[in-house]
């Protein structure tokens, strides 16, 4: 994974615990769910 890849994903997961009523942060987080179970299962 390059290093902006994984900045983009640490964004969106940190957008996701803040922002969980917002509709973005769940975008970004069931799209990064699908690509990365392991890591965002983490923060369910």
Do not use: V, Y
Not at 13 to 42: K, V, Y
């Amino acid at each position: 994974m390059e290093r902006a890849d994984a900045e983009i994903l640490s964004r969106a997961i940190s957008q996701t615990m803040f922002q969980r009523n917002n509709l973005w942060g769940t975008i970004l987080f069931f799209r990064f769910h699908f690509f990365s179970p392991p890591i965002t299962i983490l923060f369910l």
